[in-house]
């Protein structure tokens, strides 16, 4: 399975699949949400090499959207055991907090890739966040990064330059904001999730 998700496999047996390449990326991508050891954001970057930005982004939204949805629900009605057992971690959000601050956190955490994808979903679901709440922050959240990820892959082929100003604006947004956020404990984010 690892070997299979390796950039250049998954690469050439999505290009291999033809018509159903994107049907099988998008069923990768969902899996890669519901089993936290698969990794979502470079498989992103490979579509963008795959497919132009735009529809790589689709494609990435729908599977990611997919599998958040799953977790989500899995986390609602399985709750903390089955968490335990696809993570290894032990999640829980402040069940005292609005459901709008929740909806926040998720929307917020969802517009940074390296913050769990999973842990959130599943959290979301054991903290019976309402399903538009959730869905809606999920799908909004997750849309800037996808699509600066796949973009990323698109221009990974094109001048060294580009990308390493890409590279430095990923590292920006997306690991700086994370130790901001924390840090000075932006949204409360330290009372709303916590994770073992």
Do not use: C
Not at 87 to 108: H, I, M, P, R, Y
């Amino acid at each position: 399975m690892i070997e299979f998700l390796h950039p250049s496999h998954l690469s050439a047996t999505i290009h291999h699949a033809g018509p159903w390449g994107p049907m099988l990326y998008m069923v990768v991508i969902a899996v890669s949400v519901v089993v936290s050891q698969i990794p979502g954001a470079p498989l992103a970057v490979v579509a963008g090499t795959l497919w132009s930005p735009l529809m790589a982004g689709v494609y990435t939204v729908i599977g990611g959207f997919s599998g958040a949805l799953i977790a989500y629900g899995l986390g609602r009605w399985v709750g903390q055991p089955l968490v335990k057992a696809l993570t290894g971690k032990t999640l829980s959000f402040d069940n005292e907090q609005s459901g709008q601050a929740l909806g926040w956190l998720v929307f917020v955490t969802r517009l940074l890739p390296v913050v769990s994808f999973d842990l959130v979903s599943y959290g979301a679901g054991i903290a019976r966040l309402s399903m538009p709440t959730y869905a809606g922050a999920t799908l909004f959240g997750m849309m800037p990064s996808t699509f600066l990820l796949t973009y990323m892959g698109d221009r990974i082929h094109f001048t060294a330059s580009a990308t390493l100003g890409l590279g430095g604006m990923f590292v920006l947004l997306f690991v700086g904001m994370p130790l901001l956020l924390y840090r000075y404990n932006w949204l409360n984010i330290r009372t709303l999730l916590s994770w073992s």
